[in-house]
C-alpha cells in the first residue's frame, strides 16, 4: 500500500467526526509492506537473513544496487528530492562529508550495536556503523620467501629501488580501493603526498582500472596468471587465500599501510516508508545479519560479541588501531576534487 492522503482528511466535519475512531492521521496510516533499501554492488546478506526479516517484520524488502560507493553517493544526492529507497547501506567514513548539510540521511532514532561507539560519525547524525575493515597494502609471501626479498612493512618501502615494478594498484580515480589507498598515502605524507607519489610512479606502480583488474588479474596470488606480488586491496583478503587445512596463507595485509574504512546505514529523509527503513536498518545491526558479515562481505562486524571466522584471527585480523590511518571526511570533501587532478598530472 502506497502512502496516500488520508480519507478523513478528504471528508465534511461531520464525516471526520464520525470516522475519528476509524482513521488515523497520515503518517500513521501511511504504512506500506514494501521497503526499499539502496546498496552497493559489494552488499550481500544470505537469503535466509532476509527471509527471516520479512516474516519477523511483516514488510516485502526491495534491494536497489549501484555501482559503487562512490556511485551510491551520487545518487543519494541526485535523487533527495525524491528518495529511490527508504534506506541506504554502504557509504562510509572517507564519502561521509558529500552527505553533510545534504539533507539526505534522517535522524530516526536508530540505536547503534553495542561496540559500535567508537565508529559514530557526530557529524552526521543518522549514520549507524554496520561493518568496518581497512584498505591495506597486501603481499604475496611465497613470492619473497622464494626470491629471498625482504617483505616490505610500510608505504615509503614501496618507494624503495628493492620493490622497482612490484606493485600494482586500482586507479583511485576508477573506484573506492583505490581511491582509499590514494588517501592512505596523504594521511601518511600531509602536504609531501605530491612527492610520494612522483617516488612510486619512478619505481614503477602499475594502476589498473579497479580492484577486480589489479587483484584478480596482475597480483600473483590473484587466480589469474598475474606477475605483480604486491598490490592494494583490503584487511581481510588475506582469509582468502587460507589453506584448506586453516594452517597457512600465501598473503598478508601490511598493517601499516592501512586506512580504516567504515560503512554505515540510515533511514532516507523524505523516505516514503520511513518505519519500514528504520527496521531495516535495525536488522542491519542486528546479531543475526552481523553474524554473517565477515563470511558474505568480508569485512569486520561492528556489534560486540560477533565471532570471527577462526582462520581470521590469525590470517586476517583488525589492524592494530595505532597502525590505522585515518581522513576526516570534511577534508576528503574540500580538498578530492584538487587531489585528483593533481594526481592525474603526476600519474600521466
Known sequence: MRRVRSACALGVAAVMIAAAGACSSTDDAATS?????????????????????EKKTGYHLNIVTTDSGQALISKLKLTKDAPVA???????????????????????????????ED???????????????????????TYFAAHKLAEPQTLDDLTDPAYRGLLVSPDPAGGDTGL?????????????????????VANDVKIVHGWSEAYEQEFTQGG????????????????????????????????????????YAGVLEGAQNPRGGKAVVEWLTSPEVQATISEH????????????????????????ADDVLTLAPATIRDHREQWLRELADIIG
Open 180 to 200: 582509499a589507498f590514494f588517501y592512505a598515502t596523504i594521511a601518511a605524507h600531509q602536504a609531501n603526498w605530491g612527492d610520494y607519489w612522483r617516488r612510486l
Open 297 to 320: 562481505m568480508y569485512m569486520y562486524p561492528v556489534r560486540e560479541g560477533v565471532d570471527l571466522p577462526q582462520t581470521w584471527s590469525r590470517f586476517a585480523p583488525r589492524p592494530p
Open 86 to 116: 527508504d534506506a541506504v547501506y554502504g557509504f562510509t567514513d572517507t564519502t561521509s562529508g558529500d552527505l553533510e548539510g545534504a539533507g539526505v540521511i534522517a535522524d530516526a532514532g536508530v540505536t547503534p550495536a553495542p561496540g559500535s
Open 224 to 263: 589469474g596468471a598475474g606477475s605483480y606480488p604486491i598490490v592494494v586491496s583490503y584487511a581481510t583478503s588475506p582469509a582468502a587465500t587460507v589453506a584448506a587445512d586453516g594452517q597457512s596463507a600465501t598473503t598478508k595485509a601490511l598493517p601499516k599501510t592501512c586506512l580504516s574504512q567504515t560503512e
Open 33 to 53: 509492506n514494501d521497503v526499499t533499501l539502496l546498496v552497493h554492488d559489494s552488499f550481500s546478506v544470505p537469503d535466509e537473513a532476509k527471509v527471516a526479516f
Open 119 to 141: 565508529y559514530r560519525l557526530p557529524q552526521l547524525p543518522g549514520a549507524i556503523p554496520v561493518d568496518t575493515g581497512a584498505v591495506c597494502v597486501n603481499i604475496d609471501t
